[in-house]
């Protein structure tokens, strides 16, 4: 018998450690910044009792700083000894000349410069210790007299876009370059290049001036300061509105529909749904007619698409690993519905170059959305407005987090702050959508603030059928809760009919619900799908944990992946990384603390061929066990020395200057943590 929550590991498999406390890996890390994890209680004798108490102070400070979260982790960027120039670097003419603070030397750059990484083919690493030869096989052989540059290696970049931003500071700079009349010469694949325009540059970036205008206040939103101007006038004139008093007779009015709340936004007569662009049908899916219908909401020429999301997958937006290469990645195992992660409107409207990376989209990504927080119709409706001018065509859909239960997030008023504010809320979903022309506005929210107080099944058939949502997804938690009991799906499908119900009494069609919570295979997600009404359900944890889920959700059946197939999908991540965070070595370690991050989740998945029953579960607690070669045993290990020495595989050795620091301190080196 296994003890209640841990993964049932058969005998064969199992090591035999020293018995230790338990804990939960942090998996706030999806929701935004650090929290810390709480353990699972121990059950205690009479012996062991004995024992605590006379263990010394301060080993219990050190059990105690072993558990928990890293707080405030800090990631330096890597840089070269001696650094280039980039106008130099890519063979063009510095406006600086000698005034310039990087070196125009390309010899001397390239006599420092560190030597060119090579990928290697997973058919070149072993299932068994130490995995790499010393020398790895294939063309090492220098460029002429440059020792830093290897030729034959293969440079991620060229080889998916033709050409090498990057150029001489390129960390796999012998795949694109040649030595012409003594001299060494970048080249390019002027095919590629053609086909990379449609299938692999990635988009929305927002160009210099637009940014300079955001950074002093200066961008222009019409819509959003009519719409908050309107706002304003609404609020006025209730308030001149003379109040009765108990001498006053009340004349009693026709009997209004009482499903439009006080909460509602006051607004001009309704105009008939018009038919959504050419461009936008193309990206998300078929209109229906709306025939003689009529909304509440009164929108721009273009009107907002109906989303046909049934049947479709759903990656979950999740701060930190859930960034481009991690959604490509989840593209190839079949994906069709990806989010970026969570991004404050405040930043957005400060021109925060970190923020507005999140909105970049890659090619493949079929239907693609952004993620917003705040807690003001202004700044959201603002933000709103501009990303549909600096994204358009770009984005299919905006989300609204509602369930975001970071403290940080949470006392601005943001994230799941919003499910006690549903006026606001409203308002927001209005203006956002009058400012986004034609992009749908969704919603994903939690049960509710309290444990014990869900106020999802009364906020949820507003969302639609009052402001206009277009999508709702429902996590099956509080924001007390976190992760600390199972995803409630019962309560989900209470909500689902709640909708459903609202609509019928509407006559309105059915908006797509996505239900969440500890879905974590095949299995999980057709149960849930069947068991509660939802339209699909969104994935979170289970695609950290095990990219791959979205192929077992869509063949209907439970992978036996094997290690080395593990392994391809490792090095795919490190070369959508690299295409994503640069090819140079500030792009490489950057590539390299992401892939440290996606392993610190996925090092948890136990492979299902070790299992006594299936399907696995993911709140199971996996005992030291070892795999069926060295190479499925490293890839369990909780040791964050070994995440970095799987990077090494395909980023070659990190640099001495360089660390990981894991988020939960249970996996930091020498703790005893460790798998087996």
Partial sequence: MHPPGTAPVKAEYLLYVKPKEPTVPDDDGAEGMSTRARGYPRSASAEDGDARSSRSKGSKEQRKAQRGANKGRKFGKARDDLELCWKIANGSICEFGSEC????????????????????????????????????????????????????????????????????????????????????????????????????????????ESQRLLRTKKYPCPIAKAYVQQLRETEEDGAKKPKPTAASVVVAEPEQDMDVTSDAVNLPNPVPIVAVSEVVARRIGDVESSGGEYIEVPLKPRETKRLDWAGKTYLAPLTTVGNLPFRRLCVDYGVDITCGEMGLANSFLAGSKEEWSLVRRHPSEKIFGVQLAGNKPLSLVSTAEILAKECAGNIDFVDINCGCPIDLVFKTGSGSALLDAPGKLGK?????????????????????????????????????????????????????????????????????????????????????????????????????????????????????????????????????????????????????????????????????????????????????????????????????????????????????????????????????????????????????????
Avoid at 156 to 164: K, L
Avoid at 476 to 502: F, H, N, P, S
Avoid at 559 to 570: G, K, M, P, V, Y
Wanted: glycine residues 8%.
């Fill in 428 to 676: 927001i979903i209005v203006g956002m959508t009058k400012a986004l022309d034609g992009i749908p506005v969704t919603v994903k929210l939690r049960t509710g603030i309290k444990d014990g107080k869900n106020i999802a099944h009364k906020l949820m058939p507003r969302l639609a059928t009052e402001w206009g949502a277009s999508c709702i997804s429902l996590h099956g938690r509080t924001r007390q809760q976190r992760y600390t009991k199972l995803a409630d799906w019962d309560y989900i499908k209470e909500c689902v009919a709640a909708v459903r119900a609202r609509e019928a009494e509407q006559d309105l069609p059915p908006v797509p619900i996505f239900g969440g919570g500890d879905c974590y295979s095949s299995q999980d997600y057709w149960s849930h799908v069947e068991g509660t009404g939802v339209d699909g359900v969104m994935i979170g944890r289970g695609a950290l944990i095990k990219p791959w889920i979205f192929t077992e959700v869509k063949e209907r059946r439970e992978w036996d992946i094997s290690a080395r197939e593990r392994l391809d999908l490792i090095k795919k991540y490190a070369e959508y990384g690299i295409n994503h965070f640069g090819s140079d070595t500030t792009g490489v370690n950057a590539t390299r603390r992401y892939l440290c991050e996606a392993l610190s989740f996925q090092y948890r998945y136990v492979p299902i061929g070790l299992l006594e029953r299936l399907p696995g579960r993911i709140n199971d607690r996996a005992p030291a066990f070892r795999g069926r070669s060295d190479l499925e045993t490293l890839l369990a290990s909780s040791d964050s020395q070994d995440w970095v020495k799987i990077s090494e595989m395909f980023l070659g050795p990190a640099p001495e200057s360089w660390s990981f620091t894991p988020k939960h301190r249970s996996n930091a080196a020498g703790t005893e943590e460790s798998q087996g």
């Fill in 101 to 208: 603070r990087f070196t125009h030397d390309i010899e001397a750059y390239l006599v420092a410069k560190q030597r060119d990484i090579r990928i290697p083919d997973v058919s070149e690493i072993s299932d068994s210790s130490p995995f790499m030869e010393p020398t790895p096989a294939g063309n090492t052989e220098n460029l002429s007299n440059h020792s830093s540059i290897v030729s034959g290696v293969k440079c991620p970049v060229f080889a998916e876009t033709g050409e090498c931003r990057y150029g001489f500071k390129c960390r796999f700079l012998g795949g694109h370059v040649r030595e012409q009349d003594g001299s060494l010469q970048l080249v390019g694949d002027e095919d590629t290049k053609a086909r990379a325009a449609l299938t692999a540059l990635e988009v929305n970036f927002i160009n210099p």
